[in-house]
Structures are given as structure tokens and as C-alpha cells.
């Protein structure tokens, strides 16, 4: 797609799931590139890409890439690493490399440094839904969400300033920070509160017959809960420690609640929730 505002003469998306698919519909609808091209080892699923508007051209070689002046790579999170270490063979100096991986520090750990004179950036866009795959990617569930980017001392600055207008541009909001922060941050609102949901679920599939006077809140846990395993068993193995310290953190609070409801001292703590949970809808 052309268009007079084309950042990017080529664009390369590779791994054209949910995310990676929403990306690369959102570079072509704001006339990023010229050209957005797909790279999937899954040849129909890169044709797809093409099909659903997520790209121009299709392709399963990474070579395709090389001639690319920015490369998001939106496979699973425990490719990413040797997906990068393989572009890295092909793509030229002055190239963006992007992950958009969940979990940061070891990921830009074990490539920035192999990177250069390849640019390469950490992201994460905090953004998705419960499906999977390219069918489930829209555009429009990036509208208003942050985007992580995660240099260190080692990253491009300039790199960072052109991957935080990509961001603008379609329409997210950059945020930066190191990587170690994200790991530690992500785990208390994202992935701590996924588990909480698997253990509401689990706990209330002890007694089958409430699933059928569910409402709301508990319908909003079982969607949390409905998202892909092999996902979150990877963000949970590779963000350990911040993720295990996130759950003391939830228990803790937990057993703030259960003393407060029976010492008849709850409201506290709710007034305090209330409050926490408009400044966040004020921050949106």
C-alpha cells in the first residue's frame, strides 16, 4: 500500500497470528510502507495475511525480509529469540528489528547485544483479545492501548524515536521503560491477573452448577481464562520470578480482604479499590 505518508518503503510482519495480523493491517490502512510483506512458516497462514488485508505479499522464507527497513517479529514468545538470531543473517545495517514479545528482559538480553549494526528495539503492545491466530486480528483493539518499548543502553536512540511514530501512527501510545521494569510491571497487570482469573474459574468449576447463574464479572474471568494455554505457559515460565512475586503480592491482599470481611472492616479496603479503579479508567 502506498500512500504519501509511507514511513517505510518495506515493511516486514513475521508470524501472522493475532497480533502480528493486527499489525500489519494497521501499517497498511495509515500508508506506513509501500509494501507490507508476511512471513509465516506456515505458508497458508501467511496467504491468509495477505487475504484478511494484513499484507501485500506472502511469503514462509525470512529472506523475503531482507530487504525490509523495519521487521516486527510476532511469533511465539519462545521463538522469538532464534527468529531474531536468523534475521540477523539477512537484514541489512540501519534496519528496525522489533519483537512484540510479553516478557522483555530475557528476550533483549540475548539479542540486542548480537544486533548491531541491525537496530534492534524490545516492544510489547498491551493489546489482544481471547482468540488466536489471524482470524481473530482487527486493527482496531490496538486503538488507545500503550506500547512497551524496552531499550537499554545498548539500543539506538534514534531507533527508539522512529518505532515510538510507527506507534503514534497507528494509533497506540508509546511508553518506554527498561526491560526488567516491564517484566515486573506486566506481571501485576497482566499476567497475575490472568491466573486470578484460572483460579476463580477452577475454584467455581468445583461446584459446576454456578456456571449456570454466571453474569457478568464472572463471564469477564472465564473469557480471561479462555485464552490460548501454550501462550500463557510460556509467559509464565519465562517472567518466573516477577510472576511469583506478583501472586504473594495478590495473596497478600487476599488475606487483607478475608480478615477485613471477618472482622466487619471491609469497606476500607473497597473504598480503596473504588478509588484505585477510577484512576485508572481516568488514565485510559
Same mark, same amino acid.
Given at each position: 500500500?502506498?500512500?504519501?505518508?509511507?514511513?517505510?518503503?518495506?515493511?516486514?510482519?513475521?508470524?501472522?497470528?493475532?497480533?502480528? /495480523?493486527?499489525?500489519?493491517?494497521?501499517?497498511?490502512?495509515?500508508?506506513?510502507?509501500?509494501?507490507?510483506?508476511?512471513?509465516?512458516?506456515?505458508?497458508?497462514?501467511?496467504?491468509? #495475511?495477505?487475504?484478511?488485508?494484513?499484507?501485500?505479499?506472502?511469503?514462509?522464507?525470512?529472506?523475503?525480509?531482507?530487504?525490509?527497513?523495519?521487521?516486527?517479529?510476532?511469533?511465539?514468545?519462545?521463538?522469538?529469540?532464534?527468529?531474531?538470531? #536468523?534475521?540477523?543473517?539477512?537484514?541489512?545495517?540501519?534496519?528496525?528489528?522489533?519483537?512484540? /514479545?510479553?516478557?522483555?528482559?530475557?528476550?533483549?538480553?540475548?539479542?540486542?547485544?548480537?544486533?548491531?549494526?541491525?537496530?534492534?528495539? /524490545?516492544?510489547?503492545?498491551?493489546?489482544?483479545?481471547?482468540?488466536?491466530?489471524?482470524?481473530?486480528?482487527?486493527?482496531?483493539?490496538?486503538?488507545?492501548?500503550?506500547?512497551?518499548?524496552?531499550?537499554?543502553?545498548?539500543?539506538?536512540?534514534?531507533?527508539?524515536?522512529?518505532?515510538?511514530?510507527?506507534?503514534?501512527?497507528?494509533?497506540?501510545?508509546?511508553?518506554?521503560?527498561?526491560?526488567?521494569?516491564?517484566?515486573?510491571?506486566?506481571?501485576?497487570?497482566?499476567?497475575?491477573?490472568?491466573?486470578?482469573?484460572?483460579?476463580?474459574?477452577?475454584?467455581?468449576?468445583?461446584?459446576?452448577?454456578?456456571?449456570?447463574?454466571?453474569?457478568?464479572?464472572?463471564?469477564?474471568?472465564?473469557?480471561?481464562?479462555?485464552?490460548?494455554?501454550?501462550?500463557?505457559?510460556?509467559?509464565?515460565?519465562?517472567?518466573?520470578?516477577?510472576?511469583?512475586?506478583?501472586?504473594? /503480592?495478590?495473596?497478600?491482599?487476599?488475606?487483607?480482604?478475608?480478615?477485613?470481611?471477618?472482622?466487619?472492616?471491609?469497606?476500607?479496603?473497597?473504598?480503596?479499590?473504588?478509588?484505585?479503579?477510577?484512576?485508572?479508567?481516568?488514565?485510559?
Amino acid at each position: 500500500m502506498s500512500g504519501r505518508r509511507a514511513r517505510f518503503g518495506h515493511a516486514a510482519v513475521v508470524g501472522t497470528g493475532l497480533i502480528g /495480523g493486527a499489525l500489519g493491517m494497521a501499517l497498511r490502512r495509515g500508508g506506513l510502507a509501500r509494501r507490507v510483506t508476511a512471513v509465516d512458516r506456515d505458508p497458508t497462514a501467511a496467504v491468509r #495475511a495477505v487475504e484478511r488485508g494484513a499484507a501485500d505479499a506472502a511469503t514462509s522464507d525470512l529472506r523475503e525480509a531482507a530487504d525490509a527497513q523495519i521487521v516486527f517479529v510476532a511469533v511465539p514468545l519462545e521463538q522469538i529469540v532464534a527468529v531474531c538470531k #536468523a534475521l540477523l543473517s539477512y537484514l541489512p545495517a540501519g534496519t528496525i528489528l522489533t519483537d512484540v /514479545g510479553s516478557v522483555k528482559a530475557p528476550i533483549v538480553a540475548s539479542v540486542e547485544r548480537l544486533a548491531p549494526p541491525v537496530r534492534f528495539v /524490545g516492544g510489547h503492545p498491551m493489546a489482544g483479545s481471547e482468540g488466536a491466530g489471524i482470524e481473530a486480528a482487527d486493527p482496531d483493539f490496538l486503538r488507545g492501548r500503550p506500547y512497551v518499548l524496552t531499550p537499554t543502553g545498548f539500543t539506538d536512540r534514534q531507533a527508539v524515536s522512529e518505532l515510538a511514530e510507527v506507534v503514534r501512527a497507528i494509533g497506540m501510545t508509546p511508553v518506554v521503560m527498561q526491560p526488567e521494569v516491564h517484566d515486573r510491571l506486566a506481571a501485576l497487570i497482566s499476567h497475575a491477573p490472568y491466573l486470578v482469573a484460572c483460579a476463580v474459574v477452577l475454584s467455581a468449576g468445583d461446584e459446576p452448577e454456578s456456571f449456570r447463574m454466571a453474569g457478568p464479572a464472572f463471564e469477564d474471568l472465564s473469557r480471561m481464562a479462555r485464552n490460548p494455554v501454550a501462550m500463557w505457559d510460556a509467559i509464565t515460565r519465562m517472567n518466573r520470578d516477577e510472576v511469583v512475586r506478583a501472586l504473594r /503480592g495478590v495473596r497478600a491482599r487476599l488475606d487483607e480482604i478475608e480478615d477485613g470481611i471477618a472482622q466487619d472492616a471491609l469497606r476500607p479496603l473497597l473504598e480503596r479499590a473504588h478509588h484505585l479503579g477510577r484512576t485508572v479508567e481516568r488514565n485510559r
